[in-house]
């Protein structure tokens, strides 16, 4: 994964392309548009434009924790 480019390169590389989200995530660009279209990722259209771009805090919000179970010591 890569670090995300919104803290390090200005305002303008919070915006990815469907390839660089794919990247940065570490998901391919089907399983992206999959989410796109059941609504849990937004999207954003460049103008008229078939261009679509992601924000890395939505991609990032999409990440959810997987819970861990914590297994107690068993006295002997």
């Not at 460049?46 to 861990?68: F, N, Q, W, Y």
């Amino acid at each position: 994964m890569l670090t995300a480019p919104d803290r390090q390169a200005g305002p303008y590389a919070a915006w990815l392309t469907l390839k660089d989200a794919a990247h940065y995530t570490g998901a391919s660009m089907d399983t992206l548009r999959r989410r796109i279209s059941d609504g849990q990722l937004r999207a954003y259209r460049v103008g008229r434009s078939h261009m679509v771009r992601l924000k890395t805090s939505d991609l990032d919000a999409l990440m959810k924790p997987i819970p861990t179970v914590r297994r107690q010591a068993v006295g002997l």
